[in-house]
Every structure is written in structure tokens, then in C-alpha cells.
């Protein structure tokens, strides 16, 4: 075997190439430390669930999830003592069974005489550390406080601890009747169907998405979802609702049918949602300029001749000419990175002296910019469209932003929600909508950096877009989500050449049920949690 060859085997396939290796008196000499040392970190390797990912595998194709254990695979074999490691999500992108692996993984590191001190969300990680440290009690300005600290038992009690409360009253399934997925007859539900999808692990697999429901598609760490969904899906459905016309020439896969009952298709990620200062929720989800002409009608912006173009910090006119509405100035540090301080001339309030002097219910332009979507809903209880907005925005768990607040200090987790908002606020859903018309959603791993009280309003908002008769599949691994989808698409068994193909699909209850199903034997692990719970 050349060295080339030796890089293209699977890490289980390198670790039994090794195991079988005969070798003479003079070779077991010169070879025996080096493969101990090399047996060794392939076994770590293989502890943290890594057994199927290739020696030459490019590190740019390798999943969050991936990356992460693979640098605990490192200080695994490192064998240090007395080291901190902090680690911020360390289950992000990870399996329920890939997860136990990982937390077995870390307490071996923590008896090490070493501290670890993990940022998690995760509840079987949190169940399993010595002590927890819970801030809150709210978001952004309502949090930085510590609630509750000490035992699992001490956070359990503890009637301010949020985190504690959804440890005791765990989310119960379903929370909302599910929409039935019925396969044949004058009634049966819209489909969308991929047949001959091939790419990377997925050889020839066909698949079927019921329209005008919530989707999950499941499986273990590296079993080929984000190639299904994003890499497949997304831009053959793109193609086809774009050019129906030329919709037959597709690229990864031999056939694509019932597309013609989605209007659009659409990817609600957690990328940023602007990048400059100027940008912020209130101009991204789109009532900001409801709130301009509200300023606009008033009587002293009617005496003075000014129009609801006054009111933007994105034109000039009445922005700050000093900061050109950012509210911030940069200041050039020569060989250091620029620093962003606040204007001194508006004091952040974005707009001049002029504009700032108009005043709706004896506030500012300025002064609503600085409300948070609390505040706001009450101060725009009179203006449907301005409010309706500002309610979603609070029944997602934002009500702690500010209207004004710049983009790029926006989470990944606030971004995406955001962005749900803006399309709620888009399709004022209406419950009983033809199932099968509309958006398709695709959401990959929605619920990293969210909170378990976040979840649960995540669900709520993923429930309203479907039944507002849109599709939206969700690439996910919490139980909770999966637990509350109408059809799962569970693909596995394994990871690697191992994956890539359809092990179950079904309702939650049937996928629970399932033999060979990695999810349906973690759902059913679930569930009789929350029954014991």
C-alpha cells in the first residue's frame, strides 16, 4: 500500500489494515512505537463516533459537528493534566447517539484532574454535569445575572431558573394535532418526489415529501442530509419553480415531480441578516416604514413640509450627517483594527436635531428606535400592520431586541428568527389553507444556540407556517422537533459510505417504532423520559 492509499481508508478501515499487518523481528523493532502511537489516536478517533470519515478528507467538507470532535480526538491523545478546556456547543450537529458518545468522550477528559466548562443547551449534557451555572433571567439587557447554580437537583428547584422549569415540565408531544399524510385516494396528500438522487454518499435513493407539512429529515452525523436537502433538493426545486418549462434537466438526480404546487423555494438559514450598522430588525422584517409615515402624519412634519423620506437613516435629509445614520463613527487605529464609538453629535440616535424634534405620542423617531418590541407593541397598539409585525417578533422570544438594534450584533439564533418572522408577517398564515400551495421552507439545524424555551417557540412558528398550507423541512437532530414534525425522513443507518440511504419514513410514531432506526430508538428513548418526567 502507498501512503496515498493508506490516506483514502476510513479510519475503522486503517485501524484493522494495522491490526492484520505481519512483520518480521526487524520491523516489529523499528514499527512498534510508531503503531501503538497511531492505533492509539485512531482508537480516540473512533471513541468520539469518527470511525467512518477518510484519512484525505478536506477539512472544508468536514461539519461543525465533525471538527469539533475531531480536536477532542486530539486532546484525548494528548494525555494532559490539570488543563481548562472551554467548550462552546460541543453537541451542535450531533446525533442523539453521536451525543452520549461525545459527553463519554468528555468525562474521560474530566478525569484527567482537568476542568471542563461547557456553553450547552443540550439537556442530556446539562443533566450530566457536576455543577450548572444558569444566567438569566431573560435575554440581551433582561439577562447577566446567574439565577440558579449548584447541582442538577439545586437547578430543578430553583422557581427563577428557566432552564429549571423546562427540566421539570418538559414539552409534551404533540403539542398541536399533526396534519395527516394520507398516501392514497381521492384525498391523498400533494407529493413531491425525488427519484435517482446521487451525490457523495446518496447512491440511487428515492424520496417522497408530502406537501403542506412539517418535515423532518433525520439520521446520525454525516449520514447525507445536508447533501439531500441543500445540496440536492434545494437547487433542482429552485430550477424547476424558476423554469418549469426546462425543469427535466436535472443534475443530481433522474426525476423531480409535483414541484408545481410550490410557488417559490426558500432557505432559512442563520447567516447575518445585514451587514452594516445601518441595517436592523425593524428595517428587515419591514414595518419601519408603517413607522415613518406615522411620524410623516403628524401635524408639526405636515407644518414643515417634511414627508416620510425624512425619516430614514438611509438617505440624507434627516439623518445625522455626522455618522450618515449609522449612529456610530470609525475611528482608524493606523496598524490596529478600526473601533466603532458612538456618534457624538446625534449620541446615537441616528438623525439630526431637526428631525428628532418631531414627536408622535410625545416620543422621538430616535426614542422608538432605542424601544425594545415589548415597549413597542404597546406603543403601536393602534396601528395593525406595525403591530402585528412587533407580536410575532415577541411570540418568538424577541421581545428583549430593540427596534433599532444593528444587524451585526444579532446571534445566528436571532437572525434566523428574525427571518421566520419577516415571512409570517409576509403570509398572515390562516389555519385550514389548501395543504400543498405555497413556500417551501428549508431550515438546517434551526435550533442551534436556542435555548429549550426557545425551541418550544420555534416549534410554535414552524407550526403556523404549515398550516398556512407551506412545506417546511427541517434538518434536524433535537427530539422535540423531530417529536412534533407530521412526517419524518429518517436516512442512515450509519455515517459515510455506511449512510446515505432511507432506513425509515413515516409519521413519528411509526419511525419510533422502527427496528433499524437510529432516530425511531432515540425518539423512543425520549418519550419515555417525558413519561417519567
Not at 414595518?287 to 412634519?301: K, P
Not at 436571532?414 to 421552507?441: D, N
Not at 424555551?453 to 407556517?465: G, K, M, W
Amino acid at each position: 500500500q502507498s501512503i496515498a492509499d493508506l490516506a483514502g481508508l476510513s479510519v475503522a478501515e486503517l485501524a484493522a489494515f494495522l491490526d492484520k499487518l505481519k512483520r518480521s523481528a526487524r520491523e516489529q523493532a523499528i514499527a512498534d512505537d510508531l503503531l501503538k502511537e497511531i492505533g492509539g489516536r485512531l482508537q480516540f478517533l473512533e471513541r468520539v463516533g469518527l470511525a467512518y470519515l477518510s484519512l484525505d478528507r478536506a477539512a472544508p467538507t468536514l461539519s461543525g459537528g465533525e471538527t469539533q470532535r475531531l480536536r477532542l480526538a486530539a486532546q484525548l491523545g494528548s494525555n494532559l493534566r490539570g488543563v481548562c478546556y472551554v467548550l462552546d456547543e460541543p453537541t451542535i450537529g450531533l446525533h442523539p447517539r453521536d451525543n452520549r458518545l461525545l459527553l463519554d468522550a468528555l468525562s474521560e477528559l474530566g478525569q484527567g484532574r482537568n476542568t471542563l466548562v461547557v456553553v450547552e443547551h443540550d439537556e442530556e449534557t446539562i443533566r450530566r454535569a457536576d455543577h450548572v451555572l444558569d444566567l438569566g433571567p431573560g435575554a440581551g439587557t433582561r439577562g447577566g445575572h446567574v439565577v440558579a447554580a449548584g447541582t442538577m437537583a439545586e437547578i430543578l428547584r430553583s422557581p427563577d431558573s428557566v432552564t429549571g422549569r423546562c427540566l421539570r415540565e418538559p414539552m409534551q408531544h404533540p403539542a398541536t394535532p399533526r396534519r395527516p399524510v394520507i398516501r392514497r385516494g381521492a384525498n391523498a396528500t400533494p407529493m413531491l418526489e425525488l427519484a435517482g438522487v446521487t451525490l457523495h454518499n446518496l447512491r440511487k435513493v428515492d424520496v417522497e415529501l408530502p406537501l403542506g407539512r412539517l418535515i423532518a429529515l433525520t439520521g446520525v452525523s454525516g449520514s447525507g442530509k445536508s447533501t439531500l436537502a441543500l445540496d440536492v433538493l434545494r437547487p433542482e426545486l429552485e430550477r424547476a419553480v424558476a423554469r418549469p418549462a426546462k425543469s427535466k434537466k436535472l443534475q443530481f438526480c433522474t426525476g423531480l415531480a409535483g414541484s408545481d404546487n410550490i410557488e417559490r423555494v426558500l432557505e432559512v438559514d442563520q447567516t447575518p441578516i445585514g451587514k452594516t450598522p445601518r441595517s436592523c430588525p425593524a428595517t428587515y422584517v419591514g414595518f419601519w416604514d408603517a413607522i415613518r409615515r406615522v411620524f410623516a402624519g403628524t401635524t408639526e412634519a405636515g407644518i414643515r413640509g417634511y414627508t416620510a423620506s425624512r425619516f430614514s437613516f438611509n438617505t440624507s435629509g434627516g439623518r445625522c450627517p455626522a455618522c450618515e445614520g449609522q449612529g456610530l463613527r470609525t475611528v482608524e487605529m493606523n496598524f490596529l483594527p478600526d473601533v466603532k464609538v458612538l456618534c457624538d453629535v446625534c449620541k446615537g440616535q441616528r438623525f439630526d436635531a431637526e428631525t428628532l424634534s418631531i414627536r408622535w405620542r410625545e416620543r422621538s423617531i430616535g426614542d422608538v428606535l432605542a424601544m425594545n418590541v415589548d415597549d413597542a407593541v404597546e406603543f403601536f397598539r393602534s396601528h395593525a400592520s406595525i403591530c402585528h409585525a412587533l407580536e410575532l417578533l415577541q411570540e418568538v422570544g424577541l421581545g428583549y431586541l430593540t427596534l433599532g438594534q444593528q444587524s451585526p450584533t444579532l446571534s445566528g439564533g436571532e437572525a434566523q428568527r428574525i427571518k421566520l418572522v419577516t415571512e409570517l408577517a409576509r403570509i398572515r398564515p390562516i389555519p385550514g389553507a389548501p395543504a400543498g400551495k405555497g413556500s417551501f421552507y428549508i431550515l438546517d439545524e434551526p435550533t442551534v444556540g436556542l435555548h429549550m424555551a426557545d425551541v418550544e417557540r420555534l416549534i410554535t412558528v414552524l407550526h403556523r407556517l404549515a398550516d398556512a398550507g407551506n412545506t417546511v423541512l427541517v434538518v434536524e437532530h433535537n427530539l422535540d422537533v423531530i417529536a412534533e414534525a407530521d412526517w419524518i425522513i429518517d436516512l442512515g443507518p450509519e455515517a459515510g459510505p455506511d449512510g446515505g440511504r432511507i432506513v425509515a419514513a413515516g409519521s413519528p410514531a411509526a419511525v419510533t417504532g422502527h427496528k433499524t432506526s437510529r432516530t425511531g430508538a432515540e425518539l423512543a428513548r425520549h418519550r419515555e423520559h417525558r413519561h417519567d418526567a
